[in-house]
């Protein structure tokens, strides 16, 4: 039996035991749970034995090895790097927020699962094989030869931009999962948010930190298998629940017609135009308030300080009292600061007198223009998830972990068969759900309202994830009174669905093995661009390995904390900053990798000039139309969204590089050498 052959057949035994071991504590914890374990105890169970059995990988994976710590030795095969990748990939954006952005967009909501799909084809198509061929450590690498030479040489200034744009893009990314960290922790262990997103962070930097790229490829094996038995049975339980299927795409079918009806229903009940009435008029006196402004600042804040007043003087309860506070200091510091506030709460109440969307109808609006409107930025955030995929550093990384080229190829393809596992599922879990809610929840008795309901309530204070007013205190909930984040549907699942509180825990593991593994994979990507690339290559060229790594170890755990503090200022929800992230990466990274593969005449200047155009067109772009930014919605071009802005940067970035490269001589023998070499058959 060949060495790689016997390596093979132990890594699948050692994972055939962990899954088997990981079924024996479920059974365990069900079990305990109908003997009266108390739910905390549950949650912390899953929650802490997760994050161990990731450190002890961590720990035993550990290594001072250049090779081993940047690439994990090069000796990964096809199927685990698969399995690694996927975890990579199935970011909390996947995980947590799809589905309910799905629920909450319906047909509009597919454009990231076609986008990311179609993406990770692209990789296996134009980047991954040449990648693996060239064999070196990092993007930055691979564009540094190619457009110019080593270190110091011609290549350091594509060397810079490239590792800029690494950190940029990763950083945005990996803020989104260390956010969904923290959401969990607080969610499942009780803790506050911010503590909760460094208790996560403790997870991930045992793995990075210790190990490299190697601790962090076997943790994402095991955070794979995790992430997909968390996402599947809730999906077949409802599945089960509401079209006797266990098999959730089947049952998507079935269930589609049903959610129809009931969609037509809601949409005919008074009850619920009377609710979407009250929210125009809400956004009437917003309207007001913003025509009359600053005079409506000041009468507004001058009532909050009465009410304060008014509170003291009769001597009124301590709540009451602390709850006028809290309305005077919550009160806008400004008339710019009304502006911006009171512009929010009247979009956040026009959205919620809209009728709701038909699940299955795309584009929708209420005429052709704007139904336009709506399939063009569908088409553009496919375009930029796409081209991101295939440009985000941390999945580029991985084609350089396994033993050849070919390794690389059939690896693409196991990263597709465990991605599909997970994401073919993901449309029907949000119409199960979905039914679920406008079954059960719409219509039902707002005084006994479920559990799960106050408990997602009570995770944020300042900005719940899930909140059921009785808007027209008839005593009865309709839909337009409930207002869930996309980031609580799939965390909420198992509740939602009547499932054993046990099955709350795997999917709040699984989701936290999501952020984690993928949150591992970036921190990892930023801190070897700053230590291979930047120390190594240009700063110190002479440093040892032992050094280099140490070096990586402390930028790694530098980024870290930055990125947990980014995180716990909440900017935005978790899709909105990937997005961004998608946006950059095809922008700056994806016209200087694809041209660098296929067109020999690219050279030095071209990437510079590609690189930069298409950055800062796209980072133009979402500052000019981006309200969160600063921006307005009168700066949209053709009513494209903020978030594709990468539609207006790849053709900048292309055609930079393409009119420079034609402007300039072509590059020298040793880029036309590599381009022959990566692109030579096998």
């Not at 009266?36 to 290594?63: C, D, E, K, N, Q």
């Not at 030795?73 to 990939?89: I, K, L, Q, S």
């Not at 067109?599 to 155009?613: D, E, F, K, V, Y």
């Not at 053709?638 to 292309?654: D, E, H, N, Q, T």
Request: hydrophobic residues 50%.
């Amino acid at each position: 039996m060949s060495a790689p052959t016997s390596y093979f057949l132990r890594l699948r035994r050692y994972y055939a035991l962990f899954s088997a071991g990981f079924a024996a504590f479920l059974l365990a914890l069900a079990v305990l749970e109908q003997e009266g374990m108390p739910r905390i105890w549950i949650g912390y169970l899953f929650m802490f034995a997760t994050i161990v059995l990731y450190a002890s990988i961590g720990v035993l994976s550990r290594t001072s090895n250049v090779s081993e710590y940047y690439v994990a030795g090069r000796r990964v095969p096809a199927m685990f790097n698969g399995m690694a990748t996927a975890a990579d990939w199935i970011s909390a954006a996947s995980f947590i927020s799809l589905a309910g952005g799905l629920y909450l967009h319906g047909f509009d909501g597919l454009a990231y699962v076609m986008g990311w799909t179609g993406g990770y084809c692209l990789v296996a198509l134009l980047i991954a094989p040449y990648l693996r061929k060239f064999g070196q450590y990092t993007i930055p690498d691979f564009l540094a030869a190619r457009y110019g030479g080593g270190a110091g040489g011609r290549g350091a200034p594509v060397r810079m931009m490239a590792v800029g744009a690494t950190i940029l893009v990763s950083f945005t990314y990996v803020v989104a999962q260390i956010y969904a960290v923290g959401l969990i922790a607080s969610r499942f262990t009780g803790v506050d948010f911010s503590v909760g997103i460094f208790l996560g962070l403790a997870s991930i930097l045992v793995c990075s930190f210790l190990g490299g790229m190697r601790a962090i490829t076997w943790t994402q094996v095991a955070q794979y298998i995790i992430i997909l038995v968390a996402f599947l049975i809730p999906a077949m339980w409802l599945a089960v629940k509401h079209a006797d299927n266990p098999l959730p795409q089947l049952a998507y079918g079935k269930v589609m017609p049903r959610l129809d009806v009931r969609e037509k229903a809601i949409e005919t009940d008074p009850k619920e135009r009377e609710v979407r009435a009250i929210f125009r008029q809400r956004a009437a006196a917003f309207d007001a308030k913003l025509a009359a402004l600053p005079a409506s600042w000041e009468q507004g804040r001058q009532a909050a300080q009465r009410q304060l007043d008014g509170a003291r003087t009769r001597n009124a309860s301590l709540v009451d009292i602390r709850g006028a506070e809290r309305a005077l200091i919550a009160y806008p510091k400004n008339p710019d600061e009304a502006r911006l506030a009171w512009q929010a709460a009247r979009a956040q109440n026009l959205a919620r007198a809209r009728p709701a969307t038909p699940h299955a109808q795309p584009f929708p609006a209420p005429d052709r223009a704007a139904s336009d409107a709506k399939r063009n930025n569908f088409l553009a955030l496919v375009f930029c998830l796409m081209l991101g995929t295939a440009a985000l550093p941390h999945i580029l990384m991985r084609s350089y972990t396994t033993p050849s080229v070919h390794e690389a190829r059939v690896s693409v393809f196991w990263t597709l068969f465990f991605i599909l596992l997970v994401y073919l599922t993901l449309p029907a879990l949000a119409v199960l759900v979905k039914y679920d809610i406008y079954t059960t929840l719409v219509g039902s008795d707002y005084a006994q309202l479920p559990t799960w309901v106050s408990y997602w309530a009570n995770v944020d204070k300042l900005t719940p994830l899930i909140s059921i007013v009785d808007s027209n205190r008839d005593g009865v909930v309709q839909l337009a009174e409930i207002a869930i984040d996309a980031d609580v549907l799939v965390l909420a699942t198992p509740e939602i669905a009547g499932l054993p509180y046990v099955i709350s825990g795997l999917v709040a593991a699984g989701g936290l093995a999501a952020a984690l593994s993928t949150a591992d994979g970036l921190l990892l990507a930023i801190s070897n661009a700053l230590s291979h690339d930047v120390y190594y290559k240009v700063v110190d060229p002479g440093a040892s390995t032992q050094k280099r790594v140490t070096i990586s170890k402390l930028l790694l755990l530098a980024v870290a904390f930055i990125a947990a503090y980014a995180a716990s200022q909440k900017p935005a929800d978790i899709l909105s900053l990937v997005g961004v992230a998608f946006s950059l990466a095809a922008s700056t990274l994806f016209p200087a990798l694809v041209l660098g593969v296929f067109w020999r005449r690219a050279n030095h200047q071209g990437a510079i000039a590609g690189m930069l155009a298409g950055g800062l067109v796209c980072l133009y772009y979402m500052l000019h139309a981006s309200p969160a930014l600063g921006g307005t919605a009168a700066g949209l071009w053709f009513g494209i969204a903020p978030i594709s802005a990468g539609i207006f940067g790849v053709p900048a970035g292309l055609l930079a590089n393409a009119l420079a490269s034609w402007a300039t001589p072509p590059p020298g023998p040793r880029s036309a050498a590599l381009v022959e070499y990566i692109r030579a058959p096998e």
